[in-house]
C-alpha cells in the first residue's frame, strides 16, 4: 500500500487518501486532469468506510490539537506530532517519549532488573512507572562504546523475497546504500523511520534513501540492561525482526552480544559492535 | 434498466491556477464536465429508450388561469404539444393542479406508456380542463412524488405550470413537499403572465434540479413546452452525483454550477465518505456539458510542497464515471501565484452577475434608487465585460445605460413587469468564456 510523505497509509497511489500530498514517485502526468484515471483506483472508497483504521475513524471530532491548534484527527496530532491518548488521562511524566512536549520530565529508563522483559514497549502511552526517584540516573551511565553498523545486505533481501508473497513484487535491492554508523547510548534507542504525523523520531532513523518498504516507523527498539549490555526488543513490527536466523517474539527482549545481526524489513542489518 | 451509455465517456477538465503563495489557503478550479455524446457507447437507438422515462406534465387550473382566459386555452394547446412530443413506450401523465391535486390522465393516478391511443386519450383529457379553485403547488409536487415512486422508470422529470402564487399552503408545507420530492424527480417550472412569484418558482426549480423561465405571451407556451419535453427526451443518464473529495482539515468553500446558469449547490452536500460529499446534478443528456465552480480551503503546506485539494468525481449509484484533479502547489515566485485563472475570474464574474441583479430589483422594489442604480449599474457592466449579451439585453429593458463599459446607468421610469420578471427569472444564466 503506497505511503505519504506525512505516514499516512493510502488507497490510491497519486495522492494520499487522507492528507492530499503528493505520493512520492506518483508520475506527474497523472496530475493532468482527465477522463477516469486509472491513477485512483479507489476514487469511490471513501463512500466504503474509508482508509482510516477503525479506532482512527472512530475518534469524533474533537477539539483542536491543545499543543499547536491544528485540527485532530486520530490519536496523534497531525502538525506536532503530540500523542492525544498520552494527553488526556495522564497528562505526568514519562508520557510523551514520542513527543516531547515536556522536556521537564526525562524519560523514564526502563526500570531496573526484571522490568524490560514484557512491558518494555517505550514510546507507548503513560508507561505504569511509580518510582518517581529514578535510581539509577539517566545521564551518563557507564556505557561501554556499543555501536549499531546499519546496511543493506544481499543475502538477506533474496532470501526474504523467496520468502515473500506477492506484497513483495516490485520491491528492489538498492543500488547504492551507505554504511551507516550509530553510537547507542541512553536508555534506549529505537530504530525506525520517523513520522511527523505520528511523533516518532527514532534514534536509529533509517529513512532513505534508499529506504527500505518493510522497515516500521517504529520497529524495534535497543534497550540498555542494567549491567551495560543491550537487548533488543520488538514491539510489534509490520513484518518482524530476526536476530541471528532467528525471529523473535514480539515485546521480549532479546539479550545482544558483540557481532550479532539484527535483520529488519526487505534488506536492513544492523550489525551489533561491542568494544 | 443498464444505464444506456458507457459511462466512461464523460470528460471532466479542470481549469485553475494550482500555484498559491506561501501560506495560502483558498484553491479555486472550474471544473467542466462533458458527457458523452448521443448514441454513442453502443446506446440504444432514439426512441427505443422510452420504458425507463416517466414524464408528468403539472397544469395550473386555478381560476386565475381564465384571466385572460387564453391563458387556459394555450396552457391546454402547450400540453398537447408537449404529448405529442412523448416517445414511444415513455410513461406518462397529467396532474390538474388547484387548492388540491387530481390526476387528469389516466384518472386513476397511475402512468401509462405513450402510444397514439393513449396520446389521443390524453388530448381529449387535457382538452376538458377547466379553471376554477386556488394554488398549492407543494400538493401538486407530492402528487407527482408519489405517482412518480411507483414508476420502476429511473429518468423522471416534470413540467410545472402556473400563473400564481402559491396562495393555499404555507412556505413551509412547500418546503416539505419539495424535502419529499428531492431526487425522486426533476421539474423544469413555467411561469404564465406576470402575477406569479419568481422566488417561489425559483425555489422549486431549484430544489428539484429543474429550470424556471417566463412566459409573458401565453401564446408561446406550446413551443416552450414542446422545448422542454425534446430535452427531457434527450436525457440519457439519471440521478449524477458530482462527489467531491477534500484532504484532511480541508473545507468545501463552495460548489456551484456556472454554466449554463448559476446554482449554487453547497448547501445540497451528502456525505458520502469520511472526507467525501456528494452533489446532485440530476440527468444528462448525450454531449451536454456544464461547468462547476468548487472553492475549497486547505490546510497551508510548505513551499514547494504539492497537494491534491479535491478529487472531483462524477458518480452514478456505485458507478465512477470520470474524475479530475484540483491540486495546490506553494511557491515563493509571486509571478506564478498571483495570476488568476481566467475561467475562474469569468465565473466569478458571472455569479456576481445574478447577484447584483437579484439584489438590484429587490432594491429598486424597495424604492432605494440609489443601491438599485448602483447594483444594476454594475450588472451591466459585468454583463458587458464578459459578453453576456442576453443579459445585457434584458438589463437594457430595465435601465437606460449611458456607459455600459463604465456601469453607468439610469434607472428606467416605466418598466414592464414582464421585463423585469424576466431579467430576474434569466438573471443566473451564463455565458461561457469566449477565448
Redesign the interface.
Known amino acids: 500500500m503506497p505511503v505519504c510523505p506525512a505516514g499516512h497509509d493510502s488507497t490510491?497511489s497519486?495522492?494520499?487518501?487522507?492528507?492530499?500530498?503528493?505520493i512520492e514517485g506518483a508520475g506527474q502526468a497523472?496530475?493532468a486532469?482527465?477522463?477516469?484515471?486509472p491513477a485512483?483506483p479507489g476514487?469511490?472508497?471513501?463512500?466504503?468506510?474509508?482508509p482510516?483504521s477503525g479506532s482512527e475513524?472512530a475518534t469524533p471530532a474533537a477539539e483542536p490539537c491543545p499543543q499547536c491548534g491544528?485540527?485532530r484527527?486520530g490519536r496523534f496530532c497531525?502538525n506536532c506530532g503530540l500523542d492525544f491518548a498520552a494527553e488526556a488521562p495522564a497528562a505526568t511524566t514519562g508520557s510523551a517519549t514520542a513527543a516531547g512536549p515536556t522536556p521537564a520530565a526525562q524519560p523514564a529508563p526502563p526500570a531496573p532488573a526484571a522490568a524490560p522483559m514484557t512491558s518494555a514497549t517505550p514510546p507507548s502511552a503513560s508507561a505504569p512507572v511509580t518510582t518517581p526517584a529514578p535510581s539509577a540516573a539517566p545521564g551518563p551511565s557507564p556505557q561501554p562504546g556499543w555501536t549499531a553498523v546499519v546496511a543493506a545486505d544481499r543475502g538477506y533481501f533474496d532470501a526474504t523475497m523467496a520468502a515473500s508473497g506477492p506484497d513483495a513484487a516490485g520491491i528492489e535491492f538498492p543500488g547504492y546504500c551507505p554504511e551507516r554508523r550509530f553510537r547507542l547510548s541512553g536508555p534506549e534507542m529505537r530504530i525506525g523511520r520517523h513520522s511527523a504525523s505520528r511523533g516518532i523520531e527514532p534514534e536509529i532513523d533509517l529513512t532513505g534513501p534508499p529506504t527500505d518498504p518493510g522497515v516500521s516507523h517504529l520497529h524495534a527498539v535497543l534497550v540498555l540492561q542494567p549491567d551495560g549490555t543491550w537487548s533488543v526488543i520488538d514491539p510489534g513490527s509490520a513484518n518482524g525482526t530476526i536476530v541471528n536466523d532467528t525471529e523473535i517474539a514480539t515485546g521480549v527482549a532479546v539479550p545482544l552480544k558483540h557481532g550479532d545481526r539484527i535483520c529488519l524489513g526487505a534488506w536492513t542489518v544492523l550489525t551489533i559492535l561491542a568494544d | 434498466m443498464s444505464s444506456p451509455t458507457s459511462p466512461?465517456?464523460?470528460?471532466?477538465?479542470?481549469f485553475q491556477n494550482e500555484y498559491l503563495p506561501e501560506g495560502g489557503r483558498e484553491v479555486n478550479a472550474i471544473v467542466t464536465v462533458t458527457a458523452p455524446a448521443a448514441g454513442q457507447a453502443g446506446g440504444p437507438a432514439a426512441g427505443a429508450d422510452g420504458a425507463h422515462r416517466a414524464e408528468i406534465i403539472i397544469v395550473d387550473c386555478s381560476g386565475s388561469m381564465d384571466y385572460p382566459h387564453s391563458k387556459i386555452v394555450q396552457a391546454r394547446a402547450a400540453t398537447t404539444a408537449a404529448i405529442d412530443v412523448l416517445r414511444d413506450g415513455v410513461a406518462f401523465a397529467v396532474i390538474a393542479g388547484t387548492d388540491t391535486a387530481k390526476p387528469v390522465f389516466p384518472a386513476d393516478g397511475s402512468l401509462v406508456p405513450a402510444s397514439a391511443a393513449t396520446r389521443q386519450d390524453a388530448r381529449w383529457a387535457v382538452s376538458q380542463l377547466r379553471a376554477g379553485g386556488g394554488t398549492a403547488m407543494g400538493t401538486w409536487l407530492g402528487l407527482a412524488g408519489r405517482m412518480f415512486a411507483a414508476t420502476p422508470a429511473s429518468l423522471r422529470h416534470a413540467i410545472l405550470l402556473t400563473d400564481g402564487k402559491n396562495e393555499h399552503e404555507s412556505p413551509d408545507q412547500l418546503g416539505q413537499a419539495l424535502a419529499a420530492c428531492e431526487g425522486v424527480f426533476s421539474c423544469d417550472c413555467r411561469g404564465v403572465g406576470t402575477d406569479w412569484v419568481v422566488a417561489e418558482l425559483r425555489r422549486i426549480s431549484t430544489a428539484l434540479l429543474g429550470s424556471v423561465d417566463i412566459v409573458a405571451d401565453p401564446a408561446g407556451l406550446a413551443a416552450d413546452f414542446e422545448t422542454m419535453m425534446q430535452a427531457a427526451m434527450g436525457k440519457q443518464v439519471a440521478d449524477v452525483m458530482l462527489?467531491v473529495?477534500?484532504?484532511?482539515?480541508?473545507q468545501v468553500k463552495f460548489v456551484r454550477q456556472v454554466a449554463p446558469a448559476v446554482d449554487d449547490l453547497t448547501g445540497r452536500r451528502a456525505q458520502?465518505?469520511?472526507?467525501?460529499g456528494d452533489y446532485p446534478t440530476g440527468a444528462w443528456a448525450g454531449g451536454e456539458s456544464r461547468d462547476y465552480h468548487v472553492c475549497v480551503q486547505?490546510?497551508a503546506?510548505a513551499v514547494g510542497?504539492?497537494?491534491?485539494?479535491a478529487?472531483v468525481?462524477l458518480?452514478a449509484g456505485?458507478e465512477?464515471?470520470?474524475?479530475?484533479?484540483v491540486?495546490?502547489v506553494w511557491t515563493d515566485d509571486e509571478a506564478l501565484s498571483t495570476r488568476i485563472n481566467p475561467n475562474v475570474a469569468h465565473y466569478t464574474g458571472q455569479a456576481e452577475l445574478a447577484q447584483v441583479i437579484q439584489d438590484g430589483l429587490e432594491a429598486r422594489k424597495r424604492g432605494d434608487e440609489e443601491e438599485a442604480t448602483a447594483k444594476l449599474g454594475r450588472a451591466v457592466k459585468l454583463a458587458e465585460e464578459s459578453g453576456n449579451e442576453d443579459t445585457a439585453r434584458l438589463l437594457a429593458k430595465v435601465v437606460d445605460v449611458v456607459d455600459a463599459a463604465a456601469g453607468t446607468v439610469r434607472l428606467k421610469r416605466a418598466v414592464a413587469e414582464a421585463d423585469e420578471m424576466a431579467l430576474d427569472t434569466r438573471s443566473t444564466k451564463t455565458v461561457r468564456r469566449k477565448n
Open positions: 490510491t497519486d495522492f494520499c487518501d487522507t492528507c492530499g500530498m503528493r497523472s496530475a486532469s482527465g477522463g477516469a484515471g485512483a476514487v469511490s472508497a471513501p463512500a466504503a468506510g474509508g482510516e475513524a491544528t485540527g484527527s497531525e | 466512461s465517456d464523460f470528460t471532466l477538465e479542470v462527489r473529495w477534500t484532504p484532511q482539515h480541508a458520502s465518505g469520511p472526507q467525501a486547505v490546510t503546506a510542497q504539492e497537494m491534491l485539494a478529487r468525481s458518480v456505485t465512477v464515471l470520470g474524475q479530475g484533479l491540486r495546490a
